[in-house]
C-alpha cells in the first residue's frame, strides 16, 4: 500500500472487519484495504462464502453448516439469496440458444411451510405444494430452463416459453411424462420447432403390507405422439429423472421425511438456482468426463463456486 499523498510505502497497521489496515509513516494517515464487493458489501471472506455454499449444494442443511463454520444462520441465509440471484442471472444469459437433439422435462415435487393438506386459506399463496420444472438435453446433460410453482398451466406456460428462449431454431424432440397442461403448452409455444411425445407410466396398486413410502412399481408404459413425428427410439425421460435423484441426494431441502425442507419461497427459490447452476456449470458429469456446459459449447472449463460468485 502506497500512501496517496506522500507516495511512499505505508506499514501494516492492524485489521478491522477483516480488512488489512496501513498507516503512512510520514502524514500519519490510515489507509484500508478496498472492500472485495463479489458479496455486494457483505463482511463475510469470501473463502468462508464458497466454504458455506459448498456444504450446502452437498446435501448439509443450514443448520448444519451453521455448526461446522460458525457463522450464523441468518447469514447463511443471505449468502444463499445472493448466491441464488447471481445464479438466476447467469442461467439466463449463458443458456440462450442452444443447440439441442432431445429435451426431456419433468416436475420435482416439494413443499414450503407445509405441506398442501396443512394450508390454510389465509396463508400466504406460496405455502404447500411446489413443483420445480425442469428441461434437460439428453446428450448434453445441461439443463435448460426451470420454473418453480404450482402444478398448473400458468407454471407450464411459463416453463415451456423459458425452454423456447433457451433453445435453437433448429428443430428438436421433446419427451414429457403424461401431465396434460404440457400439450397445449408446447403445441402453442414450439410448434413448428419440435417433434412432442408423451411417456406414460401406469402404476401397479401398492400390495398388502406395503410401507408407505414404498416407490410404486410400474405395471406398463404407454407411449404417445402429440406433435410432428417423433422418434420412437428417442422417447425416454430416464435422464430427467436420473438428474430428479441428483436433485434429492444434493440439496437437502428436497431430502424426503426430514426437517430441512424450506421455510421460504425466496429461500426455497434460491436454493434451487444456486443447485441448477452448479450442476450445469461446476459439478463434472461421470459418463462425460466434462460439466454439461462444456458438453454443450457453453463454457470452455470447468467453473469454481467463486466463478459463479463473481460471474454475475
Same mark, same amino acid.
Given at each position: 500500500?502506497?500512501c496517496?499523498?506522500?507516495?511512499?510505502?505505508?506499514r501494516k497497521?492492524?485489521?478491522?472487519?477483516?480488512?488489512?489496515?496501513?498507516?503512512?509513516?510520514?502524514?500519519?494517515?490510515v489507509?484500508t484495504d478496498?472492500r472485495d464487493n463479489?458479496?455486494?458489501?457483505?463482511?463475510?471472506?469470501?473463502?468462508?462464502?464458497?466454504t458455506i455454499?459448498?456444504?450446502?449444494?452437498?446435501?448439509?442443511?443450514?443448520s448444519?453448516?451453521?455448526r461446522?463454520?460458525?457463522i450464523?444462520?441468518a447469514?447463511?441465509?443471505?449468502?444463499?439469496v445472493?448466491?441464488?440471484?447471481?445464479?438466476?442471472?447467469?442461467?439466463a444469459?449463458?443458456?440462450?440458444n442452444v443447440?439441442?437433439?432431445?429435451v426431456?422435462?419433468?416436475?420435482?415435487?416439494?413443499?414450503?411451510?407445509?405441506?398442501?393438506?396443512r394450508?390454510?386459506?389465509?396463508?400466504?399463496?406460496?405455502?404447500?405444494?411446489?413443483?420445480?420444472f425442469?428441461?434437460i438435453?439428453r446428450?448434453s446433460?445441461l439443463?435448460?430452463?426451470? !420454473?418453480?410453482g *404450482? &402444478?398448473d @398451466?400458468? =407454471? $407450464?406456460?411459463? /416453463?415451456?416459453?423459458?425452454i423456447?428462449?433457451a !433453445?435453437?431454431? *433448429? &428443430?428438436? @424432440?421433446? =419427451? $414429457?411424462?403424461? /401431465?396434460?397442461?404440457?400439450?397445449?403448452?408446447i403445441?402453442?409455444?414450439?410448434?413448428?420447432?419440435?417433434?412432442?411425445?408423451?411417456?406414460?407410466k401406469v402404476y401397479?396398486?401398492?400390495?398388502?403390507?406395503?410401507?408407505?413410502y414404498?416407490?410404486a412399481?410400474?405395471?406398463s408404459?404407454?407411449?404417445?405422439?402429440?406433435?410432428?413425428?417423433?422418434?420412437p427410439d428417442?422417447?425416454c425421460?430416464?435422464?430427467?429423472?436420473?438428474s430428479?435423484?441428483s436433485l434429492?441426494?444434493?440439496?437437502?431441502?428436497?431430502?424426503?421425511?426430514?426437517?430441512g425442507?424450506?421455510?421460504k419461497?425466496?429461500?426455497?427459490w434460491?436454493?434451487?438456482?444456486?443447485?441448477?447452476?452448479?450442476?450445469n456449470?461446476c459439478?463434472?458429469?461421470?459418463?462425460?468426463?466434462v460439466?454439461?456446459?462444456m458438453?454443450?459449447?457453453i463454457s470452455?472449463?470447468?467453473?469454481?463456486?467463486r466463478?459463479?460468485?463473481?460471474?454475475a
Amino acid at each position: 500500500m502506497t500512501c496517496h499523498n506522500c507516495r511512499t510505502e505505508c506499514r501494516k497497521f492492524g485489521k478491522r472487519q477483516n480488512r488489512q489496515r496501513y498507516q503512512c509513516s510520514q502524514c500519519r494517515k490510515v489507509f484500508t484495504d478496498a472492500r472485495d464487493n463479489t458479496l455486494d458489501g457483505m463482511y463475510l471472506p469470501v473463502e468462508k462464502a464458497e466454504t458455506i455454499l459448498a456444504l450446502m449444494l452437498e446435501g448439509n442443511s443450514v443448520s448444519s453448516v451453521e455448526r461446522v463454520t460458525g457463522i450464523h444462520k441468518a447469514t447463511i441465509l443471505k449468502l444463499l439469496v445472493l448466491a441464488g440471484e447471481k445464479c438466476e442471472r447467469i442461467m439466463a444469459d449463458k443458456v440462450r440458444n442452444v443447440e439441442v437433439r432431445d429435451v426431456e422435462l419433468d416436475e420435482v415435487w416439494s413443499w414450503i411451510g407445509c405441506k398442501q393438506k396443512r394450508v390454510r386459506p389465509e396463508d400466504d399463496q406460496n405455502r404447500g405444494d411446489c413443483y420445480v420444472f425442469v428441461g434437460i438435453e439428453r446428450h448434453s446433460k445441461l439443463v435448460l430452463n426451470i !420454473t418453480m410453482g *404450482k &402444478r398448473d @398451466q400458468n =407454471t $407450464t406456460n411459463v /416453463f415451456v416459453e423459458g425452454i423456447r428462449q433457451a !433453445t435453437s431454431r *433448429k &428443430r428438436f @424432440q421433446i =419427451t $414429457t411424462d403424461g /401431465f396434460a397442461p404440457y400439450r397445449s403448452a408446447i403445441s402453442n409455444t414450439l410448434h413448428g420447432r419440435c417433434d412432442f411425445a408423451m411417456l406414460i407410466k401406469v402404476y401397479r396398486a401398492a400390495s398388502e403390507g406395503e410401507a408407505r413410502y414404498s416407490p410404486a412399481e410400474v405395471a406398463s408404459m404407454e407411449v404417445v405422439p402429440v406433435m410432428g413425428q417423433p422418434d420412437p427410439d428417442r422417447i425416454c425421460t430416464s435422464i430427467i429423472e436420473r438428474s430428479n435423484l441428483s436433485l434429492r441426494m444434493g440439496l437437502r431441502r428436497f431430502t424426503r421425511l426430514t426437517n430441512g425442507f424450506s421455510k421460504k419461497w425466496e429461500n426455497h427459490w434460491a436454493a434451487v438456482s444456486l443447485w441448477y447452476t452448479f450442476y450445469n456449470f461446476c459439478r463434472v458429469h461421470k459418463s462425460l468426463r466434462v460439466t454439461p456446459a462444456m458438453a454443450a459449447g457453453i463454457s470452455d472449463h470447468i467453473w469454481s463456486v467463486r466463478e459463479l460468485l463473481e460471474a454475475a
